[in-house]
């Protein structure tokens, strides 16, 4: 939360960023019911994050680390929306 924003990376050694999401432009995230994310790995673990101009779908790597990602990032985004 330091930096405000949450970094994404094409690797899971995260050694390339990919890109950046500021948490002052996130509106929503929520959990992907509609299954909009058809290319999605694992469309049960997905869930979206839209900001002003983009909508994100991101994975998880079980249900419980869905839950606490989707609650980090409201969390952060509250947080940031705070100052």
């Given at each position: 939360m330091d930096h405000r924003r949450l970094a994404y990376y094409t690797d899971c050694d995260e050694r390339k960023l990919k890109g950046v999401i500021y948490f002052q432009a996130i509106e929503e995230v929520y959990l992907d019911h509609l299954r909009t994310a058809t290319s999605s790995p694992r469309p049960s673990l997905t869930f979206c994050v839209k900001?002003?101009?983009?909508l994100f779908?991101?994975?998880?790597t079980n249900p419980v680390s869905m839950r606490i990602w989707m609650d980090v990032i409201v969390t952060a985004t509250d947080e940031h929306s705070r100052y």
């Open positions: 900001t002003y101009d983009r779908f991101l994975v998880a």
